[in-house]
């Protein structure tokens, strides 16, 4: 029986770990945060009326970066609830929208 808990204990304790090192590698730095933010804004303005269209290329904006909907959503959702770093994060997300406008990549 001593046997058994154990086994379950080292399992559980390996499973935490897992999870753990999961969450913490779901995190995406801001300045990739703001580039995925961009270029999404700039995705869904274009292709707002073309629903399929939207999804393939937001999808391949996710793979680019190497991440999911789900880890950015829950990225911005993180950042929204830190009023600096969320303004931080908006100021950069301004700025590099205004360069891209300046170069002619956007209108």
């Keep these: 029986m001593k046997q058994v808990r154990r086994n379950s204990l080292a399992i559980l304790v390996v499973l935490l770990l897992f999870v753990l090192s999961a969450c913490e590698n779901s995190k995406i730095d801001d300045d990739k945060l703001v ?24 999808d391949s904006l996710f793979k680019k970066f ?23 994060f908006f100021t950069k997300s301004k700025e590099l929208l ?10």
């Design 35 to 58: 580039k995925i933010y961009v270029e999404n804004l700039i995705i869904e303005e274009t292709h707002q009326n073309n629903p399929g269209m939207l999804k393939q290329k937001k």
């Design 66 to 88: 190497n991440t999911s909907k789900t880890a950015f959503e829950n990225e911005l959702n993180l950042i929204g609830n830190d009023r600096e770093r969320w303004e931080k």
């Design 98 to 107: 205004e360069d891209l406008r300046k170069s002619g990549a956007v209108n």
